[in-house]
């Protein structure tokens, strides 16, 4: 069992930037990859970003990718997201999620789930 915590989000302007963090209880992180993912009111939760269990590899969707940035601390067990240059189109509920069996876009294969941290983006 994982529990994943989100923090870091909040009320920001268009052009501006946040870090979100995703705290995991687990002392064997590095056995999980992390995704982080987004999901805005009526729409499908989406893909944003994520990281193999060593931080060697990183996948971006192309919405976000030079705009974000997806990082870990194995040694403080969290993840976080680097979000610069935010759109009013990056306002969603932001989640991380773990998955043992490595990296994808997909969300069914990710087995744990955090709460969710609201980013709202302001034009």
């Known amino acids: 069992q994982v529990q994943l915590v989100e923090s870091g989000g909040g009320l920001v302007q268009a052009g501006g930037s946040l870090r979100l963090s995703c705290a995991a209880s687990r002392r064997t992180f590095t056995n999980y990859a992390m995704g982080w993912f987004r999901q805005a009111p009526g729409k499908e939760r989406e893909f944003v970003a994520c990281?193999?269990?060593?931080?060697?590899?990183?996948t971006y969707a192309d919405s976000v990718k030079g705009r974000v940035t997806i990082f870990r601390d194995n040694a403080k067990n969290t993840v976080y997201l680097q979000m610069n240059s935010l759109k009013p189109e990056d306002t969603a509920v932001y989640y991380c999620a773990a998955n043992p069996g490595g990296t994808s876009r997909y969300p069914t294969l990710y087995e744990y789930w955090g709460q969710g941290t609201q980013v709202t983006v302001s034009s």
């Open positions: 990281i193999t269990g060593g931080g060697g590899r990183t």
